[in-house]
């Protein structure tokens, strides 16, 4: 009978084995030392290797045919190493062992990755990730600490985060906390010290998984139960979570970017009005827009086409935001479509995107791995200009599906996929990524401008 050592040879050795059974390459390391194979990878290590049931390390054969063992086995996943405090258990059963900061509490999402190497503070403050538990690909989260000005939501939305190296103490002349203690203080959960290349391999080949982050405050870990509750947690996939993280009643917005020196200003010289439809808006959005001039409105996810039009806009914002467009879309594409009937400019970001794709007769569906960072290239088609991009998306347009009357603008340099349309009969336009920059790159912050010149059009100068 092959040994474990035989079986990952045959996988393509540690690595290719790892990512072949879609688990980390500690989980590969525990079966060499236990000199077995967990049977839930058995079909997994078949389809790959060819071997059968009888040649897997810790079946037997009986009575001429291939059996299981009737006794339970020690799996050596279940077992706490020495100094683990944490754990990550996927849908999959796969476990990922660390040391947890942060809360002590367990949450349960999908498993993603950004592949941003600064602004973590922005990023788990962004509400487009309600619902989702962030790897961060980069090692050095943490270095930079916390502080006030770098918080795009109320609290952080993320529901926790996966690093690789612990936390260390902040060494940024700005940082007002140690970013423990300002998770601590919002309830978040952090693991470290895990694989989070193997993490980010199995993510990237089989796409975001369930998982539950676990930080216990006792140190016990109920592992069958934590590996039911991931593989049951239902998904993304038909969620609507802009309702969760929207504003509950308007409110004026007159903040604008930080600045050298200065800080935060404030618009006091608005030219024109602009609603800005709160699907999860990161605050640094509704700055630029009051850079451009813009006397800002937001309103919550809900609103109607009535409500929006009643504050007299020159123009309406349909903002970011976490979970499924096609169920946000049940109302939020009517309130859409009654501002485009009115010839209203419309401009959206990422969710907004969606939702205007939706509203013009699009469909979207869910990407296989999702785009999360802040170097993703865009090509302009009108112009052929590539940007270097910040994106924070699960769901993308169908371009397949778009109707006349509605071309495409931008394309991913990464995958193909969608990231720009614009009516020609309308006066709307929108983008998948986040020009606003926070964090990432500014390379497409002209795009608010662009928003601004399409009201003054639209309003013949006036």
């Given at each position: 009978?092959?040994?474990?050592?035989?079986?990952?040879?045959?996988?393509?050795?540690?690595?290719?084995?790892?990512?072949?059974?879609?688990?980390?390459?500690?989980?590969?390391?525990?079966?060499?030392?236990?000199?077995?194979?967990?049977?839930?990878?058995?079909?997994?290590?078949?389809?790959?290797?060819?071997?059968?049931?009888?040649?897997?390390?810790?079946?037997?054969?009986?009575?001429?045919?291939?059996?299981?063992?009737?006794?339970?086995?020690?799996?050596?996943?279940?077992?706490?190493?020495?100094?683990?405090?944490?754990?990550?258990?996927?849908?999959?059963?796969?476990?990922?062992?660390?040391?947890?900061?942060?809360?002590?509490?367990?949450?349960?999402?999908?498993?993603?990755?950004?592949?941003?190497?600064?602004?973590?503070?922005?990023?788990?403050?962004?509400?487009?990730?309600?619902?989702?538990?962030?790897?961060?690909?980069?090692?050095?989260?943490?270095?930079?600490?916390?502080?006030?000005?770098?918080?795009?939501?109320?609290?952080?939305?993320?529901?926790?985060?996966?690093?690789?190296?612990?936390?260390?103490?902040?060494?940024?002349?700005?940082?007002?906390?140690?970013?423990?203690?300002?998770?601590?203080?919002?309830?978040?959960?952090?693991?470290?010290?895990?694989?989070?290349?193997?993490?980010?391999?199995?993510?990237?080949?089989?796409?975001?998984?369930?998982?539950?982050?676990?930080?216990?405050?006792?140190?016990?870990?109920?592992?069958?139960?934590?590996?039911?509750?991931?593989?049951?947690?239902?998904?993304?996939?038909?969620?609507?979570?802009?309702?969760?993280?929207?504003c509950r009643q308007a409110y004026r917005w007159d903040e604008t970017t930080?600045?050298?020196?200065?800080?935060?200003?404030?618009?006091?010289?608005?030219?024109?009005?602009?609603?800005?439809?709160?699907?999860?808006?990161?605050?640094?959005?509704?700055?630029?827009?009051?850079?451009?001039?813009?006397?800002?409105?937001?309103?919550?996810?809900?609103?109607?086409?009535?409500?929006?039009?009643?504050?007299?806009?020159?123009?309406?914002?349909?903002?970011?935001?976490?979970?499924?467009?096609?169920?946000?879309?049940?109302?939020?594409?009517?309130?859409?479509?009654?501002?485009?009937?009115?010839?209203?400019?419309?401009?959206?970001?990422?969710?907004?995107?969606?939702?205007?794709?939706?509203?013009?007769?699009?469909?979207?569906?869910?990407?296989?791995?999702?785009?999360?960072?802040?170097?993703?290239?865009?090509?302009?088609?009108?112009?052929?200009?590539?940007?270097?991009?910040?994106?924070?998306?699960?769901?993308?347009?169908?371009?397949?599906?778009?109707?006349?009357?509605?071309?495409?603008?931008?394309?991913?340099?990464?995958?193909?996929?969608?990231?720009?349309?614009?009516?020609?009969?309308?006066?709307?336009?929108?983008?998948?990524?986040?020009?606003?920059?926070?964090?990432?790159?500014?390379?497409?912050?002209?795009?608010?401008?662009?928003?601004?010149?399409?009201?003054?059009?639209?309003?013949?100068?006036?």
């Amino acid at each position: 009978m092959p040994t474990v050592e035989d079986v990952v040879r045959l996988l393509g050795g540690p690595d290719a084995a790892a990512s072949r059974c879609r688990v980390g390459t500690e989980a590969i390391r525990k079966w060499r030392q236990a000199q077995a194979i967990p049977s839930r990878h058995w079909p997994a290590v078949i389809a790959a290797t060819g071997l059968p049931l009888s040649d897997m390390p810790g079946a037997t054969a009986g009575a001429g045919q291939p059996t299981v063992e009737t006794a339970p086995m020690p799996d050596p996943e279940d077992s706490v190493p020495e100094g683990a405090t944490a754990a990550l258990v996927l849908g999959d059963g796969s476990v990922f062992w660390g040391r947890g900061f942060g809360a002590r509490r367990t949450t349960v999402g999908e498993v993603c990755f950004n592949t941003g190497m600064t602004g973590y503070q922005e990023t788990l403050t962004d509400p487009s990730y309600a619902g989702q538990i962030i790897t961060f690909t980069f090692p050095h989260i943490g270095n930079v600490g916390a502080n006030p000005e770098d918080m795009e939501a109320v609290s952080p939305v993320a529901l926790g985060l996966v690093v690789k190296q612990d936390v260390t103490e902040p060494a940024n002349w700005r940082a007002t906390r140690h970013l423990d203690d300002w998770l601590r203080s919002h309830d978040v959960p952090g693991i470290a010290g895990l694989d989070t290349r193997a993490l980010t391999v199995l993510i990237r080949d089989g796409g975001p998984p369930h998982g539950v982050l676990c930080h216990p405050a006792d140190g016990r870990f109920d592992l069958p139960a934590l590996r039911a509750q991931a593989r049951d947690w239902p998904g993304l996939e038909g969620m609507d979570l802009a309702r969760d993280v929207s504003c509950r009643q308007a409110y004026r917005w007159d903040e604008t970017t930080w600045a050298w020196g200065r800080g935060f200003g404030r618009q006091d010289a608005p030219r024109r009005r602009v609603v800005a439809v709160d699907y999860g808006a990161k605050r640094n959005i509704l700055r630029c827009l009051a850079d451009s001039g813009m006397d800002v409105t937001v309103v919550p996810a809900t609103a109607t086409a009535e409500e929006i039009l009643r504050h007299e806009p020159d123009g309406v914002f349909l903002s970011n935001g976490p979970g499924d467009p096609a169920s946000t879309g049940e109302y939020a594409v009517p309130a859409i479509q009654g501002v485009l009937e009115k010839r209203v400019p419309v401009f959206g970001i990422c969710l907004g995107h969606q939702l205007l794709a939706l509203a013009l007769g699009a469909k979207t569906y869910k990407l296989r791995m999702g785009h999360r960072g802040a170097n993703q290239p865009v090509k302009d088609l009108a112009t052929g200009r590539v940007e270097i991009t910040s994106q924070n998306h699960g769901f993308a347009v169908d371009d397949k599906s778009l109707p006349a009357g509605v071309e495409v603008t931008h394309v991913s340099l990464f995958d193909g996929s969608n990231e720009g349309i614009a009516s020609t009969d309308r006066p709307a336009f929108s983008v998948q990524y986040h020009p606003e920059a926070s964090p990432g790159p500014s390379d497409s912050g002209h795009l608010f401008r662009r928003f601004a010149d399409l009201i003054e059009r639209e309003k013949g100068g006036s």
